[in-house]
């Protein structure tokens, strides 16, 4: 949505700074021998106790309150009975209705002893997110992003997936523009002075090609098995620069 008047930029940066605290207690919470369901009951209940909805359960029919993609699981990874061990990488999506806006970000944290190549992999998706974010200013085009986006993952070495992109973000979870994390610069819509979107890049070791794993019918992996990663923040066009809307 483009956020016309200060109510409508105050309840979005509500909504999302809870999603944000949020997810810094979930990475207090994530350590080896938590499963991914302990993590989501927190989840449901602190976004009911504020008073808000889980969003992907009740808009999208997702079998969960937050995602919880673990290695190669990229997006959309079920909460359930694996437990995290020292070594995996955890991406957390975490999303919340609350006062009647969208709270929407995503983190992706290093559970116990990391292997370097899988911390530079984490550490190289959130550089290339803020890249996208630098590109979100009013005059740009949505192809600015995705192409700020994708030449700084593909220049290191990474893939980027193609199928799941950023949006826009308002009163409901998902709303124009679409916002792909590839793109070619000076294409797509204009990006408007107030324009609320989600930059969400997932970058990948090696093939950037997925499959819905036949098991929970919601899990999105890698079709090599590379391990991926992903970041998330909301932010709104302005001319002094993108602010992060989704920060504790």
Same mark, same amino acid.
């Given at each position: ?63 969960? /309150?937050?995602?919880?993609? #673990?290695?190669? @699981?990229?997006?959309?990874?079920? !909460?359930?009975?694996? *437990? $995290?061990? =020292? ?14 806006? /969208?709270?929407?970000?995503? #983190?992706?944290? @290093?559970?116990?002893?990391?292997? !370097?190549?899988?911390? *530079? $992999?984490? =550490? ?125």
């Amino acid at each position: 949505m483009v956020a016309r008047n200060e109510m409508s930029v105050q309840g979005l940066r509500k909504a999302n700074r809870a999603t944000a605290r949020l997810l810094r207690d979930l990475t207090r919470m994530a350590k080896p021998g938590v499963t991914t369901r302990q993590l989501d009951e927190y989840a449901y209940s602190y976004i009911t106790r504020l008073g808000g909805d889980p969003v992907f359960a009740s808009e999208e029919g997702f079998p969960g /309150c937050i995602n919880t993609s #673990v290695n190669d @699981a990229v997006v959309h990874g079920v !909460p359930g009975d694996y *437990k $995290l061990k =020292s070594g995996d990488v955890l991406s957390i999506d975490a999303g919340m209705v609350l006062g009647g806006y /969208c709270g929407d970000s995503t #983190v992706t944290v @290093a559970i116990g002893d990391v292997s !370097p190549a899988h911390r *530079k $992999l984490i =550490s190289v998706t959130r550089e290339a997110m803020l890249a996208g974010i630098r590109a979100a200013v009013p005059g740009n085009r949505v192809g600015d992003i995705g192409y700020a986006i994708q030449s700084y993952a593909e220049a290191r070495g990474y893939g980027v997936v193609r199928e799941f992109i950023g949006h826009g973000l308002g009163r409901k979870m998902h709303e124009d523009p679409e916002v792909p994390s590839v793109g070619r610069s000076g294409t797509g819509p204009v990006l408007q002075d107030g324009l609320v979107i989600t930059i969400e890049p997932i970058l990948v070791e090696r093939s950037p090609l997925v499959k819905v794993d036949p098991v929970d019918g919601w899990t999105v992996r890698t079709v090599d098995g590379g391990w991926g990663a992903q970041w998330e923040h909301t932010v709104i066009v302005s001319g002094r620069g993108a602010r992060v809307l989704s920060e504790p």
